[in-house]
């Protein structure tokens, strides 16, 4: 079988430690900027953002990646590298062209937008996010560039540069926010967030930057190529249509969800952004590794005469994913509070901000492995051509969320938590839905495969939520009236058990995926060992 149609599980461990360092830096990002400005002000600040942000989800990183790189691995099985990177230039100078036209609106109809996105907010505060937002808009055109270098270079099974990309986004964003916001004002009071917004742009420059020098050596030449009546590009855009829902309905959630939150108060905005931070974490360094390196393969799949591997490869990512993600899931929702505090209470942030941050973590953790499942199956339907299919139902998730934010917010006084229910279920239930009618088209989708897996990683949990439980109990007893103390060792003998535990149980269950894992590292250290 050709390279190019296996599952590289060695390739998803290199995009999980690139994505562990990105998602580590962008904690680091969220720390050092609510402790310098407090939630309060990080809540205008992180409005701004979302919109931009948003567009990055909706055209970069979900529907233009997910169609260039579809379209992208099928040219090159069809017709060779020559072609795809024609199609490469192609589709650069599109993206150039309509993405800055975007930003140009985004910063003429800001006001509108941000008045829409937080209508609780004072005009004051509203008028300020209205700035940051112009700032922050051109944002959409370097991480859309980015998006499509990453795209081809994963199709290439050049895994590493890319996955490092968003590291050098938070570097520069880090970087840049903390160099212009003390320029702008020296105390870091409110004008100081404009430096943030300068080092958001920084961050994506850089990880545009970071990425060519792989892209050269993959043999691209990039030349400005305004032949936009080509088979490739249309195909392109018509994946995209129905992806610019389908592929971000969580991200579409959220978003949702910052509005609603907007009536709670700015703080409600970071607590949920907080919560769903550390949620990126696994998603990003589970989830988005195994849909990065199932894509191209399960594309070159369809493209081919023989198809039958493309239903047990799909089968295998979403067992990896329930495999890495469900005790992630365990251990967020009983290790939320001492994980929060450990890592934002400081500054400004304060006892109150964990608490209500660790009720949203939990309340999100519950949907964790439907996240992840989203992110590898939703890409699928577009490498068969059903593009329409995850569209459909993200339209219904969309609207469940707009119904059960109204009634947990404004109903059952839920508060923030209930949006990140309400989240939760939606991601649930289409997660669900794009299963079974993936059973069809897959045709050997290895269903009972994927209930065991499920079942005997469910079983393996237990033993792990039952020593998590133990720790929180005993731990205040032997570290009495030691906050950081105490929570960094609930946090460190807590994951180390639980880890532990959990491979253990999943070894005495049998699960497949824990004896390919170790089956790797051993071969990995054998290697070393060799040398």
């Known amino acids: 079988m050709n390279d190019g149609k296996k599952l590289n599980t060695r390739a998803s461990g290199i995009i999980a430690i690139a994505v562990m360092c990105s998602r580590v830096l962008g904690l680091v990002r969220e720390v050092l900027f609510n402790s310098l400005f407090g939630t309060a002000a990080m809540g205008l600040f992180l409005i701004a953002f979302r919109l931009p942000n948003l567009l990055r989800d909706l055209f970069a990183e979900g529907a233009l990646s997910t169609a260039f790189v579809t379209v992208f691995s099928q040219k090159i099985e069809k017709e060779g590298p020559s072609a795809a990177w024609d199609l490469a230039s192609k589709m650069l100078t599109l993206a150039t062209v309509f993405m800055s036209a975007i930003s140009l609106l985004g910063i003429v109809f800001a006001g509108p937008l941000v008045r829409l996105l937080a209508p609780g907010f004072d005009p004051a505060d509203a008028g300020f996010t209205i700035l940051l937002t112009q700032i922050m808009y051109p944002f959409i055109l370097l991480v859309s560039l980015a998006a499509l270098v990453m795209g081809a270079l994963n199709s290439r099974q050049i895994f590493t540069a890319p996955a490092m990309a968003s590291s050098f986004f938070n570097i520069g964003s880090i970087a840049g926010g903390v160099i212009f916001g003390w320029l702008i004002d020296r105390s870091f009071g409110r004008n100081a967030l404009i430096g943030l917004a300068i080092g958001t742009l920084v961050g994506g420059l850089l990880q545009l930057l970071v990425q060519m020098p792989s892209l050269h050596r993959a043999g691209f030449r990039f030349k400005p190529d305004f032949r936009w009546k080509d ?132 309340f999100y953790a519950i949907g964790l492995v439907a996240y992840s499942g989203i992110k590898v199956l939703s890409p699928a339907f577009y490498a068969i051509d059903r593009k329409w299919t995850p569209m459909l139902v993200s339209f219904a998730s969309v609207g469940l969320n707009l119904a059960l934010n109204y009634t947990f917010m404004f109903h059952l006084d839920f508060g923030h938590r209930g949006l990140a229910l309400s989240t939760t279920i939606c991601a649930t239930l289409n997660f669900i839905a794009l299963y079974f009618l993936m059973m069809g088209p897959a045709k050997k989708l290895e269903s009972g495969k994927f209930m065991g897996t499920i079942l005997r990683c469910g079983a393996a949990t237990i033993p792990m939520a039952l020593v998590c439980q133990g720790i929180l109990k005993e731990m205040p007893r032997i570290f009495p009236n030691q906050g950081t103390l105490l929570q960094a060792t609930i946090v460190a003998a807590g994951v180390t058990a639980s880890v532990a535990v959990y491979l253990g149980a999943c070894l005495l269950l049998r699960v497949e995926e824990t004896q390919s894992a170790l089956d790797i590292v051993l071969k990995k250290l054998g290697r070393r060992r060799a040398s």
């Open 231 to 362: 088979e490739g590009i249309q195909k392109i855009l018509t994946l995209m249509v129905p992806s610019v829902i389908a592929a971000s309905a969580v991200q579409v959630n959220v978003l949702v969800n910052s509005r609603f939150a907007s009536y709670a108060g700015a703080e409600a905005v970071t607590w949920l952004n907080s919560a769903f931070r550390l949620m990126q974490l696994p998603i990003g360094v589970f989830g988005v590794a195994v849909a990065t390196i199932t894509l191209p393969v399960i594309s070159r799949i369809a493209a081919d005469t023989d198809t039958s591997r493309f239903g047990p490869t799909l089968g295998k990512a979403m067992r990896l994913a329930v495999f890495l993600t469900l005790p992630s899931a365990v251990g967020l929702w009983f290790l939320a509070n001492p994980i929060i505090g450990l890592i934002y209470e400081h500054g400004h942030f304060i006892a109150e901000d964990t608490r209500q941050t660790a009720l949203s973590l939990q």
